[in-house]
């Protein structure tokens, strides 16, 4: 029932308008060519531009540079001569032997479950989105809605790293500093959130009729 | 109240009529949007996008936050974050120092995404939206205000103080075990700066900043 009366709501697109993509006015869309918002100035468009090609452009980078984030140290340590490296992994697993139950949740959570569930939605959506799918479009932007929110909290781990590198300066005695996996994982980070930026939701709305497969 | 703005003047009369006309951000849908009451929230009736919200108390409320802010920010910088003390060797960070011993560490890409997150980003979106709030609130056409309006925009998800905070208390039980930990001053500053930022930003609405921009011109 709900679809039909989706299907009756005028959209956007169809009427020429648009709200601008930096302060949300309400646009009307004139002929060809460039267009300004007339209060902010930005570059008017109907959609984020190229938004299927640069969110799996992104998310390609993004799942390459998954595999070094979990392999390599984000960092190694020294302490009273003895020498450690750590994985992302490892630190979960540091705190579930000293039995940090909250906080070997809260890095589990953080940067691994969230990461990869947040490559999975996006992936999902893209295909969703490919297939000019019609079902389930307000759980699907619900989805987005949540990947976009919760996906600066995988920075977690990095600054736990920055900290460590930065408070563990005591010469021979004890000394962190961070490893490239660091890098990478911050590279993961930074490359789904903007992925997540530059997927356009409003494409999942875009297919009213429904596809062959569905119904 | 935002508007439709139409680029032709034959239009005009068709765009006042459309005026309370509003596109959702997410699903295109055109909907009309009564004025909204104070502390009420609008939300698209087809895909339930949070469109825009009227919050309590103006620009005051906001204003006198983001004052509040500000001077923690600058507090939160300038005195050290933790000192880490093992058997009398002793080591003090900032934080701006989290960023800075990657940067030593020759991780310069990590540094900048830290430094970034951590202080570059957090003080253009403190001090730019305090900047605008005062801008707004007292009506005066200050350089500017648009330019950072839409910048605040664009760099909210990358102010990561919040984050950073979590971190802050995960290296801390992390330490904890080896060596003993000194809370600086700078530590008390940001953590009450995280939750007067977080109100701050819950008595903000980005689209209500722009309207009152907008009868500025
Ligand atoms: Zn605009
Ligand atoms: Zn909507």
Redesign the interface.
């Known amino acids: 029932m709900r679809i039909y009366?989706?299907m009756a709501?005028?959209?956007?697109?169809d009427?020429g308008?648009?709200?601008c993509?930096?302060?949300?006015?309400?646009?009307?869309v004139?002929g060809s060519g460039r267009?300004y918002c007339?209060?902010?100035?930005?570059l008017i468009r109907l959609r984020k531009p190229d938004s299927i090609a640069r969110t799996w452009a992104l998310l390609i980078a993004a799942a390459l540079m998954y595999i070094p984030a979990n392999a390599l140290p984000v960092m190694r340590s020294s302490?009273l001569g003895s020498e450690s490296a750590d994985t992302i992994m490892s630190g979960v697993v540091?705190?579930m032997h000293?039995g940090?139950w909250p906080?070997a949740a809260?890095?589990f959570i953080?940067s691994v479950l969230v990461p990869l569930l947040k490559l999975l939605a996006l992936i999902y959506l893209l295909l969703s989105v490919q297939r000019r799918s019609t079902i389930r479009?307000?759980e699907r932007?619900?989805l987005?809605?949540i990947t976009?929110l919760v996906?600066?909290?995988s920075?977690?781990?990095?600054?736990?790293v920055?900290?460590?590198?930065?408070?563990?300066?005591?010469?021979n005695?004890?000394h962190i500093?961070?490893g490239l996996g660091?890098?990478a994982f911050?590279?993961v980070v930074?490359l789904t959130?903007f992925a997540a930026?530059s997927f356009d939701?409003?494409l999942?709305?875009?297919h009213q009729e429904p596809s062959t497969d569905e119904r | 109240m935002?508007?439709?703005?139409?680029?032709?003047s034959m239009?005009t009369l068709h765009?006042t009529a459309l005026h309370p006309?509003?596109?959702?951000?997410?699903?295109?849908?055109?909907?009309r949007v009564p004025t909204l009451a104070p502390g009420t929230v609008a939300h698209c009736?087809?895909?339930?996008?949070h469109l825009?919200s009227n919050p309590r108390g103006g620009l005051n409320t906001p204003l006198a936050l983001m004052l509040g802010a500000t001077l923690l920010f600058i507090l939160a910088n300038a005195y050290p974050l933790?000192t880490?003390d093992?058997?009398g060797?002793r080591?003090t960070?900032s934080l701006g120092?989290?960023?800075?011993?990657?940067w030593r560490?020759e991780?310069p890409?990590?540094a900048a995404?830290?430094g970034f997150?951590?202080v570059l980003g957090p003080a253009l979106l403190i001090f730019g939206t305090t900047y605008v709030l005062a801008a707004l609130r007292w009506h005066r056409r200050m350089a500017g205000v648009?330019t950072l309006?839409?910048w605040i925009?664009?760099f909210q998800?990358?102010g990561?103080l919040d984050?950073?905070m979590?971190?802050?208390l995960?290296?801390l039980?992390?330490?904890g075990?080896?060596?003993e930990i000194v809370p600086g001053v700078g530590l008390f500053a940001f953590a009450i700066l995280i939750f007067v930022f977080a109100a701050a930003a819950s008595t903000l609405d980005?689209?209500l900043l722009?309207d009152s921009?907008?009868d500025l011109r």
């Not at chain 1, 993509?21 to 009307?28: H, I, K, P, S, Y």
């Not at chain 1, 007339?38 to 930005?42: A, D, N, T, V, Y």
């Not at chain 1, 920075?155 to 736990?160: H, K, P």
């Not at chain 1, 920055?162 to 010469?171: C, S």
């Open positions: 009366a989706e709501m005028p959209r956007g697109i009427a308008l648009t709200p993509g930096t302060c949300g006015l309400t646009v009307r004139t267009q007339p209060r902010c100035g930005s302490l540091y705190f000293h940090e906080l809260v890095i953080a479009r307000r932007t619900r987005y809605r976009e996906g600066r909290w920075m977690v781990d990095v600054f736990v920055a900290l460590l590198a930065a408070l563990v300066q005591l010469g005695l004890a500093e961070p660091a890098t911050a590279s930074v959130m930026l939701p409003r999942i709305w875009d | 935002a508007g439709i703005v139409a680029h032709q239009e765009v006309l509003h596109v959702c951000h997410e699903c295109d849908t055109i909907q009736r087809v895909c339930g996008a825009f933790i880490l093992l058997n060797l080591h960070t120092g989290a960023s800075l011993a990657l560490n991780r890409l990590l995404v830290v997150t951590t648009a309006l839409s925009t664009r998800p990358w990561m984050v950073f979590l971190g802050v995960v290296a039980v992390k330490l075990s080896m060596a980005a689209h722009w921009y907008e």
